[in-house]
């Protein structure tokens, strides 16, 4: 059966055309105006909706195998479909380790049979992702993930992260780095600014996510290995990509919904403000979105990490790291930084969460013919309340709870699969 999208604006090229889209087998079959309606066609009227490419969102805990009862492959699949999401990569700070096939595999299995969405998974960088001592099994792991990462830690022996490099450059596969100086940390756990001082808390320095990222640049230059530096949140990292890019590096990053929508005058005494690395300040807010304008930061992810309600109800000090983002990041970002501050067009978010990821990482799937169809429609006048209670997500701690929004997610395809429809249109 053939499903066809109409009267949609379709993102095609970098901008958006008043367009029908024919889907069949999985496959985008036809883009064109005014597409005439055949025998047993499936027709889905998307008039005043935008058609996106499905997002991909490359920062993704989904906590199994080994810690289901925060997540599960199946909720997080679900809240990445609800939230607009085609295809996620998911990190490898599970148990156990994606360090080895064997490992890899338990993944693999959990996977094929939950999933809701592709699911593309991260391989460790260390053995036991234990950020330095033996290396990952790089060449068997290379054809079955996306990428390799330890996040959750940054490697913090500058040797070897060099070795990693190099192994890696050699399976055509990048490093993607959660950059954390471990010396510099001093016990803090919120942002070392006005926040943390007027009120006694234990600072994060931005010393300990910089001084990490120039020491892999250099590396990269050294070795030629792709690189990808997770979930940037200070000024100074954005300038030292900057310089990289300039340079001719094969580097690029992300950063997170909360760091473009938040600082930490906006911090409150719960869990839910709680990640790492940490809400910093509006100068480093202001410098991560002039890196968008510029396309120093080439991507948005959540780093969605969900946790139980015991482990983030313990204040900005007991509580762990992490929030959650998958059902609530577009419409957060489009209702601020697109139609509230007019900072970012809707073309230059798609861009964000769809097509630069995709690119980056070798995701397939968009809005072109022949290609899969991942395809995420957005009605613009739809408004909302982020309401966590309501999620599918097993973690609820997102700093963005009562937020009023527009931008609802109408519908997720993938694969040519309806994985998400809303009820207005089901």
Same mark, same amino acid.
């Given at each position: 059966?053939?499903?066809? @999208?109409? /009267?949609?604006?379709?993102?095609?090229?970098?901008?958006?055309?008043?367009?029908?889209?024919?889907?069949?087998?999985?496959?985008?079959?036809?883009?064109?105006?005014?597409? =005439?309606?055949?025998?047993?066609?499936?027709?889905?009227?998307?008039?005043?909706?935008? &058609?996106?490419?499905?997002?991909?969102?490359?920062?993704?805990?989904?906590?199994?195998?080994?810690?289901?009862?925060?997540?599960?492959?199946?909720? /997080?699949?679900?809240? *990445?479909?609800? /939230?607009?999401?085609?295809?996620?990569? *998911?990190?490898?700070?599970?148990?156990?380790?994606?360090?080895?096939?064997?490992? $890899?595999?338990?993944?693999?299995?959990?996977i094929?049979?939950?999933?809701?969405?592709?699911?593309?998974?991260?391989?460790? %960088?260390?053995?036991?992702?234990?950020?330095? !001592?033996?290396?990952?099994?790089?060449?068997?792991?290379?054809?079955?993930?996306?990428?390799?990462?330890?996040? !959750?830690?940054?490697?913090?022996?500058?040797?070897?992260?060099?070795?990693?490099?190099r192994?890696v450059?050699?399976?055509?596969?990048?490093?993607?780095?959660?950059?954390?100086?471990?010396?510099?940390?001093r016990g803090?756990?919120?942002?070392?600014?006005?926040?943390?001082?007027?009120?006694?808390?234990a600072?994060?320095?931005?010393?300990?996510? =910089?001084?990490?990222?120039?020491?892999? @640049?250099?590396?990269?230059?050294? =070795?030629?290995?792709?690189?990808?530096? +997770?979930?940037?949140?200070?000024?100074?990292?954005?300038?030292? %990509?900057?310089? *990289?890019?300039?340079?001719? @590096?094969?580097?690029? +990053?992300? =950063?997170?919904?909360?760091?473009?929508? @938040?600082?930490?005058?906006?911090?409150?005494?719960?869990?839910?403000?709680?990640?790492?690395?940490? %809400?910093?300040?509006?100068?480093?807010?202001?410098?991560?979105?002039?890196?968008?304008?510029?396309?120093?930061?080439?991507?948005?992810?959540?780093?969605h990490?969900?946790?139980?309600?015991?482990?983030?109800?313990?204040?900005?000090?007991?509580? &762990?790291?992490?929030?959650? !983002? &998958?059902?609530?990041?577009?419409?957060?970002?489009?209702?601020?930084?697109?139609?509230?501050?007019?900072?970012?067009?809707l073309?230059?978010?798609?861009? $964000?969460?769809?097509?630069?990821?995709?690119?980056?990482? /070798?995701?397939?799937?968009? %809005?072109?013919?022949?290609?899969?169809?991942?395809?995420?429609?957005?009605?613009?006048?739809?408004?909302?309340?982020?309401?966590?209670?309501?999620?599918?997500?097993?973690?609820?701690?997102?700093?963005?709870?009562?937020?009023?929004?527009? !931008?609802?997610?109408?519908?997720?395809?993938?694969?040519?699969?309806?994985?998400?429809?809303?009820?207005?249109?089901?």
């Amino acid at each position: 059966m053939r499903v066809l @999208l109409k /009267g949609g604006q379709v993102y095609r090229d970098g901008a958006f055309v008043l367009a029908d889209v024919a889907v069949r087998k999985g496959l985008v079959e036809a883009v064109s105006p005014q597409m =005439t309606p055949r025998p047993g066609d499936r027709i889905l009227d998307f008039t005043n909706c935008y &058609l996106l490419p499905g997002f991909a969102d490359v920062h993704v805990h989904l906590r199994e195998p080994g810690f289901s009862y925060k997540e599960t492959i199946e909720s /997080g699949t679900l809240a *990445a479909a609800r /939230g607009g999401y085609g295809a996620v990569c *998911a990190m490898p700070n599970v148990k156990p380790a994606p360090d080895c096939m064997k490992n $890899l595999q338990v993944q693999l299995d959990l996977i094929k049979k939950e999933a809701k969405i592709p699911v593309y998974p991260y391989g460790a %960088i260390t053995v036991g992702q234990k950020g330095g !001592g033996e290396l990952a099994d790089f060449t068997a792991l290379a054809p079955h993930v996306c990428a390799f990462s330890d996040d !959750g830690r940054g490697v913090q022996s500058g040797e070897v992260m060099e070795l990693a490099m190099r192994a890696v450059k050699r399976t055509g596969k990048l490093i993607a780095a959660h950059c954390e100086d471990e010396s510099l940390l001093r016990g803090g756990y919120i942002h070392d600014g006005p926040y943390a001082r007027r009120y006694g808390h234990a600072g994060i320095c931005s010393e300990s996510e =910089t001084a990490q990222v120039r020491r892999d @640049l250099a590396l990269a230059a050294k =070795t030629g290995c792709p690189y990808h530096v +997770c979930h940037v949140s200070a000024k100074e990292t954005v300038a030292a %990509i900057r310089e *990289a890019k300039k340079a001719g @590096l094969d580097v690029s +990053c992300e =950063t997170a919904p909360h760091y473009l929508l @938040l600082t930490d005058a906006d911090l409150q005494e719960e869990g839910r403000f709680k990640m790492n690395p940490p %809400i910093r300040e509006q100068a480093d807010r202001d410098t991560l979105i002039e890196g968008i304008l510029d396309g120093t930061v080439d991507m948005i992810a959540t780093d969605h990490a969900p946790h139980s309600f015991d482990e983030k109800n313990k204040g900005l000090e007991g509580s &762990l790291m992490g929030v959650v !983002g &998958l059902e609530c990041a577009f419409r957060v970002l489009y209702s601020r930084l697109v139609r509230k501050e007019k900072i970012l067009t809707l073309e230059k978010l798609a861009q $964000l969460m769809s097509v630069n990821p995709r690119k980056r990482f /070798g995701l397939p799937g968009g %809005i072109t013919e022949g290609r899969r169809a991942d395809i995420t429609a957005v009605d613009p006048e739809k408004t909302g309340i982020i309401e966590p209670e309501e999620f599918f997500s097993l973690g609820r701690a997102t700093p963005f709870a009562g937020w009023e929004t527009a !931008g609802d997610i109408a519908m997720t395809m993938t694969g040519g699969r309806i994985v998400w429809m809303s009820q207005e249109r089901s």
